[in-house]
């Protein structure tokens, strides 16, 4: 079976693990005050063209999410975010067990508006019992979305103002970063959202690292005592280099991206095999995971040879389903999912 | 100004207080382990034909809701609520507060179905990644809904079922319970209630007391260490009687039941006057809170003499709105707005 | 039996009744914001001398507690206490159910001392894993204290100087505030505890009240978005009036004080009998709570007529016990008791 | 410099990166549903004659003791620790930021005792008002203690016997466990451990993994739905197969066993240096910390050369500190410190 049902199938990308090899016996600081976890954070500053950033370095998505939710927010206070969002589903129930409310709204691919959140807020603030629901605070994005979808330039602008009107963070999930920055059609790069947001991360983990997230704290309301809840939380690794480490290799002469790029070319490669069939796509993705709508016969001889996710039926013939390359995805494997596809 | 606007204006029935003043000097113990509490216990104990259901007294609804949830849940489980649930969106996420999502469903006229949470659960275990989406434990309903709603003896029977299946509470928020006992048309008694709900509170605040709601735990796992999670959340009243005797006195002899009566039929009176004018009703409603849809102009004449909760625009010209009567409500300020009601 | 156990076993000062038997079926607004809570609340800041001071009606004092300490500390923040403290030791957990840690030093005779916190809050920042521990960021200390003594104004200046030195809180618990204003030697007044805390309040439940504590915020900080908190954790009381009305009634012609005199006086009685009969007293304490040391023969004697609390066992003959009187407390009992203690 | 001041300055042991290396590129599922995951839980399974255990990998110390803690306790329940216990003083508030009271008693060589949890839980359930006072509900040890100390198996088996006497669970941290299993003078095992326990962890991160560690969770009655709370807390690794892979390299052969026996000889050498040169030890230690109480100037000296870590002022000559070995630890840097210790 050859697998495209997630992007976190290997290890890392294998210089990573050379590095590890090279440094393994020296002897550094614990939690994150060596000189690789320095050298990372000072390369991240860089290449946001953020000096004053804080920059931390945590092990997964969830724990990245609930820290800092938990760092920005009062007991009051709520995250809005889609529907979709990886922290209203998918992380049973991290951010409630912070003691926040995730303020869900109707996604649109993956998407809320600025003018949704507009819209939220200004109901909210004109409601004559606003202090009996939960106040609006904070606004969670994550892009490239859990379908794939990116935010546009002129979206994450938008949303910044109507933040700053209602004095709330805005918040960028970026477990897939990369996959998103070096998308066809992108027009992000990383001081847009360094500008944009008040906290977003680069994912490591599902491109091409072992493990790791690498959280930007532009905001200094943010940055104050963070690494008090980085303890707290459970997320301060003791061999904090690790972390230091793999994203020094990944960020300082390019990997992350060129790693990014080789996923989404792949992608795009499903996406086109699919749309020469005539499948339908359920969102229009331009990233590594691709959501094509199959007929139930195709779908189940695909099923003998490869792994993929099912994304739901969408009529009594037909379903979605998520095929999902990463860093270390083999041409070959695309290549002969692509003969398959034309030939079924 | 005359005021329809909620069901707690006024203090409480004089009788309360009468029995506070004869009582006020007796030397008791506290924090409910007194004689009034224990009297009221035993009698909502008979009410309820449920000898064995603990009984406990809080002072309102969202103290009420938060004690029983925080009591019954794990961290990773939430509560199935109609999204107008109560504490869906009026109680400044209390729930989350105590680490539990609430699950919300979409609502037909303030109320959920069997059926919804049947295709709820369904579909959550089916799920491969359940473990990483709250698992659904209880069903949280009002009833009346927070738009005067009522679930008959059939819904219940049917909500029940689907939560043996599904190992799930039945909590039954009644802070307007009288109110939907005392409704025509309803086919729900205590004993029903006792027999359908793991736990279910009767409302005291909006129904003729100065304050309080009785929670009876019907359910033994629910029962353990309860009056710690009170004392915890703050609910422990040092003079624990003043709610024991409350109670008593509004069951003893049914004037809690005359109180609900007298209020439903004083708001069926403005219903009947609203439907006799021609203005459609929001939702159907039997009991103490009625929702008619007012064209502008007739809205803005009556504001001028009366109090009434805004509810809602429904097109250019038209708003519903919320009028509300209680056990305080005099039937000349009703025959007043009746009568200006026609006259519009 | 006569009870001495505690200082909540009657309902209210019939003052406080009969206003409310006044008032009953006025319509106010609910959740605090009627007349009778904007009167009480301007009385309040004027005793208090503090016109730019928030003031808020909660229910019970363990209440009062979890709401300040929720709203003031972030995740990573504690409050130092001592380890007689009510929130230490007799809430059920209630403020570890927010999320924060009690900071215990040992107390002496109730108290702890700006030496102690001086020290403590010295090591901490010295410490260079300071991030791996809670942060102190709240002082919180009873006065009168659980056994009876009281803070003196340097006390209270030297505690603000440590909290300022170090930017922490100073949160007083007054649960039973009129006693220690009332009492004899006590050199400090409200305009003073508004000076020297950020946080405190005034209690009701033990003064006189039916229920009731009326929390003063003097820190700007501590203010925003009171309300949200007081609503989240259940306290928001529907019909706020009776929180207002009570403090109003006992606090604008100085019924207040005058019951405090009154219990205190009553104490100093029991406390001289003690002394003549040779009883050591556990702690020197000057308000309604008496601590003698009692021979088990006497103390078993005493116990035929008289409820009080065992307050440990000294040593193999000799028990301390608590004696407690109120603004309820009779002469006639106490006049009773002093000559039975003679006579013993 | 050479490093003594923990034992988690180097990486992994060069036999793991091997086997990361050697299946860096297989594809397998993700949290810990891989079957290396799979191998080591059967493995550790055996070693502990607990055919019945749940085994799960988690990253941290930390994460592990929150994440027990959260799903063994209900709201009201806490954990009776050594108040040096790491829970109590350094996890930033770890425990209490899920909701619980860490109820700390009197620490004797870092470890406390069956008769003292005995007298905690007699005194706590004679009290009259237990309700108002957090529940014992769990002990928590560590063994190796914070100090280098170690249980007996006479005193596990005291502490089994007073836990089921008060329902209550017990829990071992061993984050530094393999360091007690191998020193001199243990009578302890894997089966004792698993016997007595209700859940305890080998730790990895201490002992020669990159990180991790093992939770064996005995008792059934914490087993259920563990995993949903290992993702609510954020500790479910996405490739969850790097923790499977470590425990396996580590236990397959007895790797674990022979790095701590290494540690603890080092360690051993150290201490007879300093016995020899008379000075004193702060507690008796057989494992991998070791605690003399050194002169200031002899302290002075050796700072130049090693790190190490103070632990204290002893007098006003005199300061404790900590020599701490490790599975990396080389043979020459300790010989060279026993060297300049006897040349001091």
Redesign the interface.
Same mark, same amino acid.
């Given at each position: 079976m050859i697998?495209f049902n997630?992007d976190?199938?290997?290890?890392?990308h294998?210089r990573i693990?050379q590095r590890?090899?090279e440094?393994?016996?020296?002897?550094?600081?614990?939690y994150g005050e060596d000189p690789y976890c320095q050298q990372a954070r000072d390369l991240i500053r860089n290449l946001c063209q953020a000096p004053k950033a804080q920059v931390h370095f945590l092990?997964?998505g969830?724990?990245a999410n609930?820290?800092v939710i938990?760092?920005a927010l009062?007991? &009051?206070q709520?995250a809005i975010a889609a529907d979709t969002g990886h922290i209203n589903? &998918?992380?049973?129930?991290?951010i409630?067990?912070?003691?926040?409310?995730?303020l869900a709204l109707p996604n649109r691919d993956g998407k809320i508006t600025a003018e949704q959140v507009q819209a939220y807020c200004e109901a909210y603030w004109a409601d004559a019992?606003y202090?009996?629901?939960?106040?609006p605070k904070m606004v969670y994005i994550s892009s490239p979305t859990e379908v794939g979808t990116l935010y546009t330039r002129e979206e994450l602008q938008a949303l910044r103002q109507v933040c700053d009107r209602y004095r709330m963070y805005l918040f960028l999930d970026g477990a897939r970063l990369g996959y998103g920055l070096a998308a066809q059609g992108n027009d992000v790069d990383l001081p847009t959202l360094a500008q944009c947001c008040d906290a977003f991360y680069l994912g490591g983990?599902?491109q091409g690292a072992?493990?790791g997230e690498a959280v930007v704290l532009t905001n200094p309301a943010l940055q104050e005592?963070f690494?008090?809840?980085i303890?707290?939380?459970?997320?301060?690794?003791?061999?904090g280099r690790?972390l230091g480490l793999q994203f020094l290799t990944l960020l300082e002469d390019g990997l992350y991206f060129a790693l990014s790029r080789h996923a989404d070319q792949l992608a795009m490669e499903i996406r086109r095999a699919c749309q020469e069939k005539g499948y339908p796509l359920l969102v229009e993705s331009t990233t590594n995971q691709q959501f094509p709508i199959l007929p139930d016969g195709d779908l189940e001889k695909l099923q003998q040879k490869y792994e993929f996710s099912p994304w739901g039926r969408v009529d009594e013939t037909h379903q979605a389903v998520r095929f999902c390359t990463s860093w270390?995805t083999r041409e070959e494997d695309v290549q002969q999912l692509v003969a398959d596809i034309r030939a079924l």
């Open positions: 697998r997630c976190y199938s290997e290890g890392a294998p693990l590890l090899q440094t393994n016996l020296e002897q550094t600081a614990g092990v997964g969830t724990q609930l820290t938990a760092a009062r007991p &009051h709520g589903i &998918h992380e049973s129930g991290a409630e067990a912070t003691g926040h409310k995730v019992t202090e009996h629901m939960v106040q983990t599902k072992l493990f005592d690494r008090y809840l303890k707290q939380r459970g997320g301060m690794l003791a061999k690790l270390a």
